[in-house]
T-cell receptor
């Protein structure tokens, strides 16, 4: 069974540019999470979806970050415009409701 | 608020050495406790978990016991291998949807 797929794996952009990350969760998993992992830190939740609905986006910086999960499957996380402080690894995870989260390999973003 | 504190790394051990990575937590009530492992270039994987006080989680030779009296969940392994080199994260949650992670401890095992 395929795991959580993320792309791209690496992205380098200049500040003020837009960037988007894509996540394909494990088939059948209705809950999807986006985390940000700063260097030397643990992951921090940005947003959680149950099916198409964003049920927890309290930590998402809504002035520049947006996310969508069309049809309750794939999800896209966007940053526009990117700032230097956005350099981090962006992790996607999925799960069935109230069960173990399965993580993708992450997208490493570098903003110069 | 709810949080997890784990020992700072990096930790460097020789093969077959005994491993302890300390983890303490701050929380109200009785959260579930977890250890995740992140191998180079991969996502986090659940290593073990414990859902109530005095529970012991174990997997792949790793163990951790949920100690309510000391609010701890220390990770141990009796004999580490080179393949155990990774970053280890302690985490807590009240539901699988709300996970709080520690900063991670990098372990390097030398042959």
């Amino acid at each position: 069974e395929a795991g959580v797929v993320q792309s791209p794996r690496y992205k380098i952009i200049e500040k003020k540019q837009p960037v988007a990350f894509w996540c394909n969760p494990i088939s059948g998993h209705n809950t999807l999470y986006w985390y940000r992992q700063n260097l030397g830190q643990g992951p921090e939740l940005l947003i959680r979806y149950e099916n198409e609905e964003a049920v927890d986006d309290s930590q998402l910086p809504k002035d520049r970050f947006s996310a969508e999960r069309l049809k309750g499957v794939d999800s896209t996380l966007k940053i526009q415009p990117a700032e230097l402080g956005d350099s981090a690894v962006y992790l996607c995870a999925s799960s069935l409701i109230q069960t173990e989260q399965y993580f993708g390999p992450g997208t490493r973003l570098t903003v110069t | 608020g709810n949080s997890v504190t784990q020992m700072e790394g990096p930790v460097t051990l020789s093969e077959e050495a005994f491993l302890t990575i300390n983890c303490t937590y701050t929380a109200t009530g009785y959260p579930s406790l977890f250890w995740y492992v992140q191998y180079p270039g991969e996502g986090l994987q659940l290593l073990l978990k414990a859902t109530k006080a005095d529970d012991k989680g174990s997997n792949k030779g790793f163990e951790a016991t949920y100690r309510k009296e000391t609010t701890s969940f220390h990770l141990e392994k009796g004999s580490v291998q080179v393949s155990d080199s990774a970053v280890y994260f302690c985490a807590l949650s009240y539901s699988a949807n709300d996970m709080r992670f520690g900063a991670g401890t990098r372990l390097t095992v030398k042959p």
